[in-house]
């Protein structure tokens, strides 16, 4: 491939995975079909035995589900942020990435929004979480932080969903124009009839401004509600004003590691060098960086705070993270979150793929055990030490927490094989655009 | 206490005089919110695809941008103003030349999108909790500002950014399975631009073909009167 790919290679190179499994792609996800059921029957399990399978130890109601619904809500916040914030900002680098990175947040909020229904027990209870009228006279009580949640998280879902389909339309259409026969039907069908006319093209772009105008506050305000689940409570550990911010940064940091999780493995098996490369990956990494010195230094803010209280409440909640029962997870979240990214600072690493998918496994790690770490230990250590328990979990937890690995790696896969996970349009705007101009004075 | 009928017809309602509000002021203003582009009209007159090409067009393919800007200029100074341009990808310089700096208005969609999300949320959260009084936590007052500001906020998003959705939907023509067959050429949406001049009869059809030809198109195709 010459330097800069011509409009008709963008098209050939991005659409060419599309519609073929390949061996690898098959065994995947034929694995992490399996890992599903696994998950699937957990919950089946839950849902025919009751929450007691869970490995709830009163006072502590939220453990295993709530922790893993927080950190798909954070993985779920670099897409909109890289796709909206980025797309403000201009940042070129944006271009290569966005489309799988908002692909990758629809489909972790759809695995964190699986969790409120895990949680609730009585599944079929759910929809008295949403305001609806009924004869009871009974609606949902919007001065409580969770009720803000089922309104931040449903917004950010539908907005960003909106978003992602919106961005889709004229790459759908070129898919369409690539193939025949029943798949030309159906992507014609998806694309609306999308034919890129000068009309379509105004309103579009006018309409994608505004899109993103709108996401820019969502991807700041989701996060911080889900913070507020936890800081407006009267919880020692818990009731922080610094939340909202340590619980941003600590979504785009770990939004930004699955990003990289999932484009290094990509690039790599796509061949998509003249569009994902490392500049692309640096830059994430450098987010990375910035937002966890963030997140470390929020770590410690908390701790300083809690001792400068002199609430002796506040401050036993940090003692114990540090050296009680749950002192292996706080260690294992300052290793994953603190220490180990540190190695980013070097540029050798920033752009060595290999070590950067490493670290990014590692974030991803540590800022589940972030969310276990806030949650767990600080109800298992409350006011009344007669309350104070050790809240382990229940296979029934682990497998469900498994199982939506495999849920969200199953809708990844699938859109990989159906949809461009690279924006065919944006990267042509990137581009040069063909002149004869140019063909004249290269002759 | 609120009754419970009174609390749905204002929620209900107030929604509908913010959409009543803000068309009210959208008519007021002037603004051209129904005004149909030479496009609409051109895939109206023709009748749609399926029905081969449509012996009014003259269709111009192009390889190279710089050919097509110097098409349209021409097409444009010989008087012609039923065109469409077709592309791969959005070109500030084709928006400039056919419209000519004036904006889109899908962003009084998305204005009024937002109002509505926004009273909408905001007036639902106070009459439910004045409908339903005994949710009063921590001594708060029943209609509670700043908690009430984060539903408002994300009603504002969701409205509006639904409303954006319509609002591309309807000024983008979409679904639009109907349009000339002229303007659905597989090679537009990768790497070639197209240029589809509408309503044209006899000798006028050679003209633009010879226009076009003129200004560096790759194929220019005339279809044939029946």
Same mark, same amino acid.
């Given at each position: 491939m010459s330097a800069q790919?011509? $409009? !008709?290679?963008?098209?050939?190179?991005?659409?060419?995975?599309?519609?073929?499994?390949? !061996?690898?792609?098959?065994?995947?996800?034929?694995?992490?079909?399996?890992?599903?059921?696994?998950?699937?029957?957990?919950?089946?399990?839950?849902?025919?035995?009751?929450?007691?399978?869970?490995? $709830?130890?009163?006072?502590?109601?939220?453990?295993?589900?709530?922790?893993?619904?927080?950190?798909?809500?954070g993985i779920g916040h670099a897409g909109t942020l890289i796709s909206a914030i980025l797309y403000l900002f201009r940042a070129r680098f944006r271009t290569g990435v966005y489309r799988a990175s908002e692909a990758m947040t629809i489909f972790a909020v759809i695995s964190a929004a699986l969790f409120p229904m895990i949680h609730v027990g009585r599944l079929w209870y759910v929809f008295f979480l949403f305001p609806y009228p009924n004869q009871r006279l009974l609606w949902p009580n919007f001065k409580s932080p969770l009720l803000w949640d089922v309104f931040a998280i449903n917004t950010y879902l539908t907005i960003s969903a909106v978003f992602f389909f919106v961005g889709l339309i004229p790459d759908i259409a070129s898919v369409r124009d690539s193939n025949r026969g029943i798949i030309k039907k159906v992507y014609n069908v998806l694309c609306l009839g999308w034919r890129g006319t000068d009309n379509q093209w105004r309103h579009y772009m006018a309409? $994608?401004?505004?899109? !993103?105008?709108?996401?820019?506050?969502?991807?700041? &305000?989701?996060?911080?509600?889900?913070?507020?689940?936890?800081?407006?409570?009267?919880t020692a550990g818990w009731h922080s004003t610094i939340f909202p911010p340590y619980f941003v940064a600590g979504a785009i940091f770990s939004g930004c590691a699955m990003v990289l999780t999932l484009l290094i493995p990509m690039q790599k098996l796509f061949k998509w060098d003249a569009y994902i490369n490392v500049y692309h990956h640096e830059s994430l990494a450098k987010l990375c960086m910035l937002t966890g010195l963030i997140l470390t230094y929020a770590y410690g803010i908390e701790h300083f705070i809690a001792w400068y209280s002199d609430n002796p409440y506040e401050w036993g909640i940090f003692v114990d993270r540090i050296s009680g029962n749950y002192d292996w997870v706080m260690w294992t979240m300052v290793l994953c979150n603190c220490t180990i990214p540190l190695v980013l600072w070097f540029k050798k690493v920033r752009t060595n793929l290999a070590a950067l998918w490493v670290v990014?496994?590692?974030?991803?790690?540590?800022?589940?055990?972030?969310?276990?770490?806030?949650?767990?230990?600080?109800?298992?250590?409350?006011?009344?030490?007669?309350?104070?328990?050790?809240?382990?979990?229940?296979?029934?937890?682990?497998?469900?927490?498994?199982? &939506?690995?495999?849920?969200?790696?199953?809708?990844?896969?699938?859109?990989?094989k159906l949809m461009p996970s690279v924006a065919i349009a944006e990267i042509k705007e990137g581009l040069r655009p063909p002149l004869r101009s140019d063909e004249k004075e290269a002759a | 206490m609120i009754s419970y009928e009174v609390v749905m017809v204002t929620v209900a309602a107030a929604p509908v005089l913010c959409i009543i509000g803000a068309v009210l002021a959208y008519k007021v203003a002037g603004t051209p919110f129904a005004k149909r582009t030479t496009w609409d009209e051109a895939a109206e007159l023709a009748g749609g695809a399926g029905r081969g090409p449509n012996p009014n067009n003259v269709k111009g393919v192009f390889?190279?941008?710089?050919?097509?800007?110097?098409?349209?200029? +021409?097409?444009?100074?010989?008087?012609?103003?039923?065109?469409?341009?077709?592309? #791969?990808?959005? +070109? /500030?310089?084709?928006?400039?030349? *056919?419209?000519?700096?004036?904006?889109? #208005?899908? +962003?009084?969609?998305? %204005?009024?999108?937002?109002?509505?999300?926004?009273?909408?949320?905001? @007036?639902?959260a106070c009459l439910t909790s004045a409908v339903w009084p %005994?949710?009063?936590?921590?001594?708060?007052?029943v209609v509670s500002v #700043?908690?009430?500001?984060?539903?408002?906020?994300?009603? @504002?998003?969701?409205?509006?950014?639904? *409303?954006?959705?319509?609002?591309?939907?309807? /000024?983008?023509?979409?679904?639009?399975?109907?349009?000339?067959?002229?303007? %659905?050429?597989?090679?537009?949406?990768?790497? /070639?631009?197209?240029?589809?001049? /509408?309503?044209?009869?006899?000798?006028k059809r050679d003209d633009v073909a010879k226009l076009l030809n003129d200004a560096g198109a790759n194929e220019v195709a005339v279809a044939q009167e029946a």
């Open positions: 790919p011509t $409009y !008709a290679d963008v098209n050939k190179d991005i659409i060419r995975p599309l519609f073929k499994p390949t !061996a690898l792609w098959t065994i995947v996800f034929i694995l992490d079909l399996l890992v599903l059921g696994f998950g699937v029957y957990c919950w089946s399990y839950q849902l025919e035995y009751g929450m007691g399978v869970a490995g $709830y130890a009163p006072p502590v109601f939220w453990g295993v589900y709530i922790t893993t619904f927080v950190f798909w809500v309409a $994608y401004g505004f899109f !993103a105008a709108l996401c820019t506050p969502l991807v700041v &305000s989701v996060h911080s509600v889900v913070s507020w689940d936890f800081a407006m409570a009267q990014s496994i590692f974030i991803n790690i540590g800022m589940w055990f972030e969310r276990y770490n806030i949650i767990a230990s600080a109800l298992a250590h409350q006011f009344d030490p007669g309350a104070w328990v050790f809240y382990k979990p229940s296979w029934v937890e682990i497998g469900i927490l498994v199982g &939506s690995f495999a849920w969200f790696f199953m809708w990844f896969l699938m859109f990989v | 390889a190279y941008l710089d050919d097509l800007m110097t098409a349209i200029d +021409r097409v444009k100074k010989a008087g012609y103003t039923d065109f469409t341009v077709i592309s #791969p990808l959005p +070109r /500030h310089e084709i928006e400039d030349a *056919i419209y000519e700096g004036k904006p889109s #208005p899908v +962003r009084w969609w998305t %204005m009024a999108g937002g109002l509505v999300g926004g009273t909408g949320g905001f @007036t639902l %005994m949710a009063l936590p921590g001594g708060k007052p #700043p908690p009430f500001v984060i539903i408002t906020f994300e009603c @504002t998003v969701l409205i509006g950014g639904l *409303i954006t959705l319509a609002a591309i939907i309807y /000024h983008c023509r979409l679904p639009s399975f109907d349009l000339d067959v002229e303007c %659905m050429d597989p090679r537009y949406s990768s790497d /070639h631009f197209g240029l589809v001049v /509408h309503g044209l009869e006899g000798e």
